[in-house]
């Protein structure tokens, strides 16, 4: 029988730091996939099976991502693996911030960490390439891709937690009734600053599985996410990592279908408000699409398009906005406050976690999209790039 002293150590709750008992870790089981899917995607990203790019090799990027985000704990925490697996003192002070790498792999491997963390919308093809010349097959760039835009996520979802334990007990104990109000809806197809509700295709930069020669365990990841997954070339794409495709498909039905807590229109809010900020093009197409189809309007999509500083049609909507906007940009710089100004707008703690899991979802989403591939238009030519 295990107990509780042989269970591995949730990171988020490390990180945060939750201890049973507390109310925020009980808030947090609330939502139990989402917690085994969080943790593990964590084990998978560091899996020894994973070949091409060494656990060490992704320890540093993990350090170098967590210290580029001001993720103080987390980063404490991969510092410590890595001088647990006996990890160079050169390569871990470069990954730190203290000095160039002088390993020429290993600095490619950061230079494409700061990029994706950074400034994820200058990804490009180019830096996948230099990956590649850095001798990682197809496989293990989509290893780092998945990594780099998983660590994006747990940062943010650290840094919510940690807001909300920053704000103390209070808060609205039952969410408020949804407004009634009609709202509405602009003529499609929208087009401002690059973003559409036009429905986008994607074309990836690594050749992705061929489902003739897909394994068992590519399948299944592919069915988890959706039975049309195996269609699309991002999802066989990802599938060259099944374990993380699967952990991490697991993970996104939770946050954006489950039922309870924050209304599902609201969460697709949160994702687009991401999208648009990171200038992911193809995902604020899809989540302004799923918006309108759930909320019945799309006056509010239209406004985080033209300007997510002022957008929102009532003072809910304006404060999930700019929640959203403040943890996508500059997680570290949450705190209670901003939790506080969620609850005066009628949110419940729970709701807010949604929301945080949804934001923080679509940091991840938007790297993997923006720095792996690009979107097009059904009939093949590129889309218009982003203009923040």
Same mark, same amino acid.
């Given at each position: 029988m295990t107990s509780p002293e042989t269970l591995p150590v949730d990171v988020?709750?490390?990180?945060?730091?939750?201890?049973?008992?507390?109310?925020?870790?009980?808030?947090?089981?609330?939502?139990?996939?989402i917690v085994d899917a969080t943790q593990g995607s964590y084990a998978g990203m560091f899996s020894p099976a994973v070949v091409g790019v060494s656990v060490v090799e992704r320890l540093l990027v993990a350090l170098h991502a967590c210290r580029l985000s001001g993720a103080a704990t987390l980063a404490d925490h991969y510092?410590?693996?890595?001088?647990?697996e006996g990890a160079d003192a050169a390569l871990v002070a470069a990954a730190d911030g203290g000095a160039a790498a002088s390993d020429a792999r290993v600095a490619t491997l950061l230079a494409f960490t700061t990029k994706l963390i950074v400034r994820p919308i200058e990804g490009d093809r180019s830096a996948v390439q230099s990956l /590649?010349? @850095? $001798?990682? !097959?197809?496989? #293990?760039?989509? %290893?780092?891709?998945?990594?780099?835009?998983?660590?994006?996520?747990? &940062?943010?979802?650290?840094?919510?937690?940690?807001?909300?334990?920053? /704000?103390? @007990? $209070?808060? !609205?104990?039952? #969410?408020?009734? %949804?407004?009634?109000?009609?709202?509405?809806?602009?003529?499609?197809? &929208?087009?401002?600053?690059?973003?559409?509700?036009?429905?986008?295709?994607?074309?990836p930069w690594v050749e992705p599985v061929r489902?003739?020669?897909?394994?068992?365990?590519?399948?299944?990841?592919?069915?988890?996410?959706?039975?049309?997954?195996?269609?699309?070339?991002?999802?066989?794409?990802?599938?060259?990592?099944?374990?993380?495709?699967?952990?991490?498909?697991?993970?996104?039905?939770?946050?954006?279908f489950a039922p309870g807590g924050m209304p599902r229109a609201e969460r697709e809010l949160g994702a687009t408000v991401e999208s648009r900020l990171n200038g992911c093009v193809y995902c604020a197409s899809v989540h302004a699409q799923r918006f309108e189809q759930l909320a019945k309007r799309n006056d509010v999509i239209?406004?985080?398009?033209?300007?997510?500083?002022?957008?929102?049609t009532s003072a809910r909507e304006k404060a999930i906005v700019g929640f959203s906007a403040r943890l996508g940009l500059a997680p570290a710089d949450v705190g209670g406050a901003d939790?506080?100004?969620?609850?005066?707008?009628?949110?419940?703690?729970?709701?807010?976690?949604?929301?945080?899991?949804?934001?923080a979802l679509f940091a991840w989403a938007n790297r993997l999209m923006l720095n792996l591939g690009e979107p097009i238009h059904k009939d093949g030519t590129l889309a218009e790039k982003a203009r923040l």
């Open positions: 988020i709750d490390q990180a945060v730091p939750l201890a049973a008992g507390d109310a925020l870790h009980a808030l947090r089981r609330q939502r139990p996939k510092r410590a693996r890595l001088q647990a /590649a010349d @850095a $001798g990682l !097959p197809p496989a #293990a760039i989509v %290893a780092v891709g998945q990594l780099i835009a998983f660590l994006s996520y747990q &940062i943010r979802v650290v840094a919510g937690l940690q807001a909300l334990a920053a /704000a103390g @007990a $209070g808060g !609205p104990e039952t #969410a408020q009734p %949804a407004e009634a109000r009609g709202g509405s809806t602009v003529e499609s197809p &929208i087009r401002i600053r690059g973003f559409t509700n036009e429905v986008l295709d994607w074309t489902l003739e020669e897909a394994t068992p365990e590519q399948m299944a990841a592919l069915q988890e996410m959706s039975p049309t997954a195996k269609d699309q070339a991002y999802f066989r794409l990802l599938a060259h990592q099944p374990e993380m495709l699967l952990q991490r498909s697991i993970a996104f039905n939770a946050i954006m239209v406004q985080l398009f033209e300007d997510p500083a002022t957008a929102g939790v506080q100004a969620l609850r005066t707008a009628g949110l419940t703690d729970g709701e807010t976690l949604d929301l945080v899991h949804a934001v």
